[in-house]
């Protein structure tokens, strides 16, 4: 009884489990799609994870992945004892910590700068312009990455010839290439990375602006003690997100722009998988790296949501 | 000493080629025994129908489609399904195709996930590759053809009358799971190819060793060959980076394009770990690329990049398929008058501290075979057979008398002026290759290149020596190859652009890199090859 009365006192309003289903029908509905997306895409194929214990036989089929011989946690020692591990995880963590450390402040300040402007079309001319790059497709962005910076012809080394310095051959040395990958993908996604950031600080009420100019603060106090608080929450759950995909660094773009001369620094878990996995057909072998990838990426997330909780009383759980 | 067993080792190479070639009834490694017998009991069978099938069209009197998967032509411009050659073959049998065709460029990339997912819906499979480490024909996705030779009289001929390709094509069970398509494998291989105009200019004849190379390129980079009043935007050779082990490797004794070869005892090595020669190899690289002769972007050259140079007259070297000599490069010079004044012309290989040579292709190559899920294996299993009879290989290399070519009075065939327009015999569908099991012909190729081109190829065909021949590797062969190989590839081919471009220190680092393999268990695949070796010496005896 006191169960039930619980229950009912947790549905809100006096009304039964039931009662709030179907009041909320409708949202619950739209809710199915979803739903779905994430059984079939998300966790049905989790259950492929099995491949990396097995001896997976190419042209077994779906149940084959389910079926095939179990040889325990051979492909883990076979990649732990590989003399590319330190260098995949190495290469994997830094090419997106950097994107973080330099591309994740970026869409902050340009938020706050744009969100600045008074003029609002020149607002919305400045956001447009920003956001276009990210509608461009990875394989131009690559092929233009490429040209501008060929040392025969490229604009980059032309511009360095004239102030005379000797052409650098960027996409053939390890030490540019992350360098490269950073830069390109800021430019590339920082006008719409910024979009939510403009979000947040459009909430922020009016009333606390004009509460603030009374009170005589000038634009860089409004900024420093209202938006920037303000969004707080928004850039620690971004940032968490972030965190979540530390060791997920987009294969294509470093598969469009990676070769043989640059693997030093270039290499990572991702396009590893893949020569392994697709061109290679150890599928098992390529399962057992990735499930190794992806159990590093839920500790770091995990790690980051305790941390935030701790320090700033904001989490996702 | 190096060069001498070098030389012995390519020697009993090119014998066992010349065998090969002479079809001395040489067996290879798995026993032919199940293919001979089915080959030996064989007899036409008539269908559900009651139709006899007997290796001319048609195939059924039933009609019915078969769904092929295979890739598209290789020229853009050319809609493969559409070629009057190909509708012909389909029209003949009496069936339909229902294509299923992947870009020609990224097939193997496309197919690959398909076929390891096992649910390919199609009759027909063209493969990716030659299958060598068998994961195809092991995962039960295709027809073990020995128990339908009785639907298939022109393969079984061809078999018989062509026993190394029947050994080669027997897998480690002892059957025979595809019909082949045939290379020319010593006709129009890659090779080295000069601009004509630029060596008059220069007054040198092609070059034949490396030290003479050098001189030419120095030339060619320091001098105003384009005539365009500038001495700094001559790119004195354009080679992609995947040629240069065919173009310098056998300069040093090296194949590597292979990977593996035998010295004159038998022992296998693996090229890119020769100690001493390897690293010659890689010495001569890095000077070229030290000196600015091999240019500074090497690693990401493409064709396009290559043609787009020649149309605009800034390199005067390049090394490529030998079709692409007179079809691809000569013809955008911008003074290309047709003749071998004015051509990118093909030349002997260069010459190191070995006598250099041009590694050939296998001749067995584009591997079709039948769904084991299909539900008309019969049908499928007998287009293939009517698809690699010697009357449609006919097709294949020359198409329709009247149209495409000519039979002139002493018997001979001559391509129509209308034919002689590559990309419009294209369209007709010549050498379908893409699509079905072509054979090629030295002849027709001789007819469709320009006539200089045939010359050239003809002096070069004297060059060319085997490759790594095709063993099928035993099951746990193949295991442990597919486990080791991609890591070596890696470190081999990161560590030569490493060498070559002197981020690597070859002084001090060589030792490492030779090292660096055997941690990554170089020595079981060389083992392996070693094995294979061994079983394909015996058989080559008749052991």
């Known amino acids: 009884m006191g169960k039930k009365k619980k229950k009912t006192d947790a549905g809100g309003n006096g009304k039964s489990f039931r009662q709030l289903m179907f009041r ?80 994740f402040p970026i869409p902050i300040l340009f938020a706050i700068a744009v969100t600045q402007i008074g003029s609002l079309r020149l607002q919305k001319s400045v956001q447009v312009c920003t956001y276009l790059p990210y509608f461009i497709s990875t394989v131009v962005v690559c092929g233009m990455i490429n040209n501008f910076l060929s040392p025969t012809g490229g604009i980059i080394n032309q511009l360095l010839n004239k102030a005379g310095i000797d052409s650098i051959n960027f996409m053939n040395l390890p030490q540019w290439f992350r360098p490269v990958y950073v830069i390109s993908g800021s430019w590339q996604t920082f006008g719409f990375n910024s979009i939510i950031f403009v979000a947040a600080i459009m909430g922020i009420s009016p009333d606390l602006y004009e509460a603030m100019r009374v009170d005589g603060a000038n634009r860089r106090q409004i900024i420093w003690h209202l938006v920037l608080p303000s969004i707080r929450p928004t850039i620690i759950l971004l940032l968490i997100m972030s965190l979540g995909t530390m060791m997920s660094v987009g294969f294509e773009k470093v598969y469009l722009l990676y070769n043989t001369a640059v693997y030093e620094t270039a290499d990572v878990i991702q396009t590893y998988v893949y020569r392994q996995g697709i061109q290679s057909n150890n599928y098992s072998y390529a399962t057992a790296v990735g499930l190794f990838n992806s159990v590093i990426n839920f500790a770091i997330v995990f790690t980051a949501n305790r941390i935030s909780r701790r320090v700033s009383d904001t989490a996702i759980w | 000493m190096k060069k001498k067993l070098l030389t012995l080792m390519l020697a009993a190479a090119m014998t066992a080629g010349m065998l090969a070639g002479c079809g001395g009834g040489v067996a290879t490694m798995p026993s032919t025994e199940t293919v001979d017998a089915a080959i030996e009991s064989a007899q036409a069978k008539a269908d559900d129908s009651g139709f006899t099938y007997t290796g001319e069209a048609p195939i059924t009197k039933s009609g019915g489609t078969l769904k092929i998967l295979a890739q598209t032509s290789n020229y853009s411009n050319v809609d493969i399904t559409k070629a009057p050659i190909v509708l012909k073959v389909f029209e003949e049998a009496g069936v339909d195709p229902d294509w299923q065709l992947l870009d020609f460029n990224s097939y193997e990339e496309a197919i690959t996930p398909m076929l390891s997912a096992g649910n390919v819906d199609a009759d027909i499979i063209k493969l990716p590759d030659n299958d060598p480490n068998q994961i195809w024909l092991k995962s039960g996705m295709f027809v073990p053809l020995d128990e339908y030779f009785d639907y298939m009289p022109n393969f079984t001929k061809w078999l018989s009358e062509n026993p190394v390709q029947k050994a080669e094509l027997t897998a480690e069970d002892g059957h025979i799971y595809y019909v082949a398509g045939v290379n020319l494998a010593y006709d129009y291989q890659p090779c080295l190819m000069y601009n004509q105009v630029w060596l008059d200019k220069a007054g040198m004849k092609a070059p034949e060793t490396l030290d003479e190379l050098v001189k030419l390129l120095t030339y060619f980079k320091e001098n105003d060959m384009n005539g365009d009043g500038k001495t700094d935007d001559e790119i004195p050779m354009s080679v992609a980076a995947e040629f240069l082990p065919y173009m310098f490797g056998p300069a040093f004794g090296l194949d590597l394009v292979s990977g593996y070869q035998a010295d004159q005892d038998g022992n296998m090595i693996f090229a890119a770990a020769d100690p001493e020669n390897y690293r010659a190899y890689l010495d001569f690289l890095r000077d070229l690329y030290a000196q600015g002769l091999l240019e500074m972007e090497y690693t990401s050259i493409d064709r396009d990049k290559i043609i787009e140079r020649m149309s605009n007259d800034l390199t005067g070297v390049a090394f490529d398929y030998s079709w692409a000599m007179s079809m691809m490069y000569s013809n955008v010079l911008p003074y290309y008058d047709g003749t071998e004044k004015t051509a990118f012309v093909g030349v002997k290989p260069l010459s190191g501290t070995h006598e250099g040579f041009y590694v050939g292709r296998n001749s067995l190559s584009g591997m079709f075979g039948v769904n084991s899920d299909s539900s008309q294996i019969e049908l499928a299993v007998k287009f293939l057979d009517y698809a690699m009879s010697e009357h449609c290989q006919d097709y294949y290399c020359w198409g329709f008398e009247g149209e495409t070519y000519t039979v002139n009075a002493d018997g001979s065939r001559s391509y129509t002026e209308q034919a002689l327009d590559n990309d419009w015999l294209q369209q007709f569908g010549i050498n379908p290759a893409f699509v079905l099991p072509a054979q090629q012909s030295v002849e027709a190729t001789d007819i469709l290149v320009a006539d200089w081109h045939a010359k050239i190829n003809a002096e070069l065909r004297q060059y060319v020596v085997d490759p790594w021949p095709m063993i099928y590797a035993t099951t746990d062969e193949s295991d442990t190859v597919n486990l080791y190989n991609e890591d070596i590839q890696t470190n081999v081919n990161e560590n030569a652009t490493a060498f070559i471009m002197g981020t690597k220190d070859l002084n001090t680092e060589f030792d490492g890199y030779i090292n660096g393999l055997d941690a990554l268990n170089l020595g079981e695949l060389v083992q392996i090859h070693q094995n294979q070796y061994d079983r394909y010496l015996k058989a080559l005896k008749g052991e």
């Open chain 1, 24 to 103: 909320d029908r409708y949202l619950l509905y739209m809710l199915i799609p979803v739903v779905i997306y994430y059984l079939v895409f998300c966790y049905l194929p989790m259950t492929g994870l099995i491949m990396a214990f097995n001896q997976y036989q190419v042209g077994s089929g779906f149940l084959g992945i389910y079926t095939s011989r179990f040889v325990g946690l051979k492909w883990f020692r076979q990649f732990f004892g590989s003399i590319y591990l330190p260098r995949l995880v190495r290469n994997t963590f830094l090419l997106q910590f950097y994107s973080l450390i330099f591309g």
